[in-house]
């Protein structure tokens, strides 16, 4: 199977349903970013911490359906879509990792160990994805529950970034104003 097919030259890709839209248009934006994130998050993976690893195959593979979910403009009962499950295991995640770690007093500089540092930058980029989602449910029908787990993704992100530091003895820096 060749990898290039020449379809998209002229500056137009197929959706889920073969429909030809633009590759600017507000679908494409929404998961293309979701993609930037997914390998943002592939490039943080390993952590050294093997707990927080299995949970970002598991995002990475959500990710995967959120794309199908954005790429799909009609989809039937039994394409994969993101459910209210996947926003809750998202929550129990945090809340496991959260009684590890200290409250927070004030916000936090991004950063600290590599693992860590990658995490918070996959969340600034997980909330562009989330721009980008609404920006395009502003336009068009798309699944609630996906633009809903991309906020809790970006929520989640932050904590696993914040749980990766401390394990790796990097303290926290609030800034200064």
Known sequence: MKIYTGRGDEGQTDLRDMSR??????????YGTVDELNALLGRARPTGHDDVDDRLGEVQNH????QAD??????DEDDPV????????????????DEELDPLQ??????????????????????R??????????????NDEAVTYLNRLSDALFVFGR???QRDGVPE????Y
Do not use: Y
């Open 21 to 30: 839209v633009s590759k600017a248009s507000p679908r494409i934006e929404a």
């Open 106 to 127: 004030s916000f936090i500089l991004p950063g600290g160990s590599e693992a860590g540092a990658s995490l918070h930058h996959a969340r600034t980029v997980c909330r």
């Open 173 to 176: 820096e609030s800034p200064t």
């Open 163 to 165: 749980v990766v530091n």
């Open 129 to 142: 994805a989330e721009r980008r989602a609404v920006a395009l449910e502003a336009e068009e029908e798309i």
């Open 70 to 75: 954005f790429a799909n403009p009609e989809p």
């Open 63 to 66: 990710l995967h359906v959120v």
């Open 82 to 97: 993101i459910r209210e499950d996947h926003v809750e295991q998202l929550e129990a995640w945090m809340d496991g990792f």
